[in-house]
Nanobody
Framework: QVQLVESGGGLVQPGGSLTLSCAAS????????MGWYRQGSGNQRELVAA???????NYGDSVKGRFTISRRAGTNTVYLQMNSLKREDTAVYYC?????WGQGTQVTVSE
């Protein structure tokens, strides 16, 4: 069973940047697709970005042009670079892969 551990959340001012990391463990093969989701207060969990090896990279409409998902080559570690952050980006961000979820990391965008 895969374990996913996120890090990098925190408090940032509007317009600022933050990078999240997610490391997968407990498996011995390369995961084909890894992604990030988020859930704000009172909202449903939504796709932020997903990256497939040798395949497409998908972004939620609200983050296109501001967020970038990437992966360290040859590893099961994925990153989410978040730029031009807005108050509405405030949420718990979850890493997802192989049907599993990380514990989530809080991102708060505020003055």
């Amino acid at each position: 069973q895969v374990q996913l551990v996120e890090s990098g959340g925190g408090l940032v001012q509007p317009g600022g940047s933050l990078t999240l990391s997610c490391a997968a463990s407990g498996i011995t093969f390369n995961i084909k697709t890894m992604g990030w989701y988020r859930q704000g207060s009172g909202n449903q969990r939504e796709l932020v970005a997903a990256l497939t090896n040798g395949g497409p990279t998908n972004y939620g409409d609200s983050v296109k042009g501001r967020f970038t998902i990437s992966r360290r080559a040859g590893t099961n570690t994925v990153y989410l670079q978040m730029n031009s952050l807005k108050r509405e980006d405030t949420a718990v961000y979850y890493c997802a892969a192989l049907g599993g979820w990380g514990q989530g990391t809080q991102v708060t965008v505020s003055e």
